[in-house]
């Protein structure tokens, strides 16, 4: 596609629930990264793959916390148990292998009650 | 690690005149440095990035400068318009951003009418 898509755009889920949250990337684009963005705040690395390479988890804030992807293409980010501090919009980039600049999609709000 | 600082957190400006953002960051390693626009419910669009081999980059209303030695840089947005009204992010990263960027924590800019 055109740009990174990111489904679904909106989600809310009760606290304790398990929720998953898809990226596809720009087709080519090799590396792939998961940032949160809390209400007012900066954006927070969360993890980063790159090709075929084990992925970077340094970001990830718990063991609740997991993502994986199929080869060079979809991403799925999951947060199991949810609770309410985990509510926040979750954004997903791609870009070229060593390539400067990335391009973000639209974000998943994500709402725990 | 990077830490990233961002001021002002809100600047507002009259229509017409000049926009100034600015951030420091800790380690001197890092060696890129993009600015990106978010608009309200958009993902993060990159506007402008510099590299630290230069210390000045234009592409038409913005620039952006960068001075190693103090370790800070800037966004500079001149003859503002209405459309420019967002909130600005800057960020800093080793090895062009590959493996994940530090963001500050954004500028919300108001363009006054």
């Known amino acids: 596609g055109a740009g990174v898509s990111q489904s679904p755009s909106n989600k809310v889920t009760e606290k304790g629930k398990d929720v998953e949250l898809r990226c596809d990337p720009i087709?080519?684009?090799?590396?792939l990264y998961w940032y949160r963005q809390s209400l007012g705040q900066g954006l927070e690395f969360l993890i980063y793959?790159?090709?075929?390479?084990?992925?970077?988890k340094s970001g990830l804030p718990s063991d609740r916390f997991s993502a994986e992807r199929t080869g060079e293409s979809v991403s799925t980010l999951t947060i199991q148990r949810t609770q309410q501090e985990d509510s926040a919009v979750y954004l997903c980039?791609?870009?070229?292998?060593?390539?400067?600049?990335?391009?973000f999609g639209s974000g998943t709000r994500l709402t725990v009650v | 690690g990077e830490n990233v600082e961002q001021h002002p957190s809100t600047l507002s400006v009259q229509e017409g005149d000049s926009a100034v953002i600015k951030c420091t960051y800790s380690d001197s390693a890092s060696n890129y440095f993009p600015w990106y626009k978010q608009e309200l419910g958009k993902g993060p669009q990159l506007i402008i990035d510099i590299r630290s081999n230069v210390g000045e980059k234009k592409d038409q209303r913005i620039a952006v400068t960068l001075n190693k030695t103090a370790k800070h840089f800037s966004l500079h947005i001149t003859e503002t318009q209405p459309e420019d009204s967002a909130v600005y992010f800057c960020a800093a990263s080793k090895r062009g951003g590959a493996d994940g960027l530090t963001f500050g924590k954004g500028t919300h800019l108001i363009i006054q009418p």
């Open positions: 793959f790159q090709g075929n390479s084990a992925p970077d």
């Open positions: 087709s080519g684009h090799t590396a």
């Open positions: 980039a791609s870009s070229l292998l060593q390539a400067y600049g990335y391009t």
